[in-house]
Structure formats: C-alpha cells, structure tokens
DNA sequence: AATGCGATTCTCT
DNA sequence: GAGAATCGCATTT
C-alpha cells in the first residue's frame, strides 16, 4: 500500500475523481484500523457549478477549507443528523472537492458493523451488510467520520489514502449526480463516477 | 432573531 | 415511492 501524495489531489477535479476510484481510505482510529474501498464518487466545480456549496465563491466557514490546499478533508453536517466526507481538490483558492459516495469494505468489519447497527458482523443479515458503506453519509458512520475531521491532511497517518502496489483494472461508468435537482443546468453533467458492477455503489 | 432548506437515510407501503 | 426525522448553516429581517 501506498500513500497518495498531495500531487495526486492537486489535479483536475473531474480527473481525481475519476482517479480515487479503486483507491483505499485508511482510518487508524482508536478502536482500530479501518480500511474502505472507494467505489463510487462526485465531482463539485466551484465557483462555476451551481451545485457546489462554493458556487459563486461563496466562502463561509462552512466552506473554508475548500479554499485551501488540496489533499484536505471536508466534511460538512446535513438533515441535523448525517455527514458526508470530501475530497478537496485544485491549488490554493480554487474552492472545488470530491464527495466520497459510496466504499467496499476491505478491513475492520467488525468496527463498522457497530457503528452502523450496534452488532458484530457476524450477527448482520445480507441487507445490513451492503448498507454498511453504501452511502456518503453511511460510511462517515461506519468510519466515524464527523466534524471533528474537517480540515483534516489526508497527507498525515491518522486519516489517508492509499493505492495498491499493483494497479488492478477497473471499469468505470458515469451519471448526473444524486439529489441536486436544485442545480439547473448543472444537474444533468455526468460528474458521478463508480466502478462497474460493484455491489456497494449506492444506486 | 427568524426563516427555510438540504451533496441523506430509514421506515413504512 | 412517499413521508418523517432533525438541526446546522446561509440568508434575510
């Protein structure tokens, strides 16, 4: 395994999305190690894309970190009870990241498993087993992923990722992206990027 | 200070 | 496929 430097995410944003498919988030937590494959992603093009939260360069405190270096994790709070986890992207004052949508699990099973439903792995029927990490803010609860890591280097060891030693072939299909019907003529851009056939994308 | 809503998920039917 | 849960955040007053 390893480690993504920050060149990787400094790149166009449609490309490292594309790019961080098949790649691992590793999360070394106190309770243990977790290791999740990324399979499914979204890109957000600010200040241009009226679906980003940084459309318009709207810079906030909700939105400050997009506006930093790439290679930083941006984690925001929505519907009052869930988190999704991005990917910031592009140099310094380009406000644009990467929503991590979907991830296989690959180590940690039983870890998630409480997160998610207070259960060891073992004890999950088949549904509960797919939801472990089939959404964005599905697998910020199986990896305990909230608030607490926005702004977080993704470049350090308590949260990274990391590529095989061996690159394996992957097939990757694209869509318009989920839930931005609000977003006009950015709404249907195909800027939804997954791996072909792989049981944990969302939909 | 008040308002309105959301890059979602879960539980029904 | 519809409706509820539930509150942080950006915007408006």
């Known amino acids: 395994m390893i480690k993504l430097t920050r060149d990787f995410y400094e790149n166009n944003t449609l490309e490292v999305a594309k790019n ?12 243990g190690k977790l290791i999740g494959k990324i399979v499914e992603t979204e890109a957000y093009l600010g200040p241009l894309d009226k679906a980003a939260h940084s459309y318009n360069n709207r810079r906030t405190k909700r939105t400050e970190v997009m506006f930093g270096p790439a290679g930083i994790l941006y984690v925001f709070s929505i ?3 869930y988190y999704c986890a991005n990917v910031v992207t592009e140099k310094i004052n380009i406000p644009q990241a990467v929503l991590i949508r979907a991830l ?8 998630m ?14 549904k509960q087993k797919i939801n472990l990490t089939n959404g964005p803010s599905k ?3 199986a990896f305990n992923i909230n608030k607490d890591l926005n702004g977080e280097d993704l470049c350090s060891n308590n949260i990274n990722i990391c590529s095989l030693d061996e690159v394996e072939e992957i097939n990757i ?25 792989n049981p944990y994308v969302s939909i």
């Open 173 to 197: 299909e694209s869509s318009p992206r989920i839930n931005i019907d609000y977003a006009e003529e950015f709404k249907d851009l195909p800027w939804r990027f997954y791996i072909k056939d």
């Open 139 to 141: 697998l910020c609860n």
């Open 20 to 31: 961080l498919l098949g790649k691992y988030i590793v999360r070394h937590h106190p309770s």
């Open 79 to 81: 519907y009052g009870m």
């Open 104 to 111: 296989e699990p690959i180590e940690g099973f039983d870890i």
């Open 113 to 126: 498993a409480l997160n998610r439903f207070n259960k060891n792995y073992k004890e999950l029927n088949k």
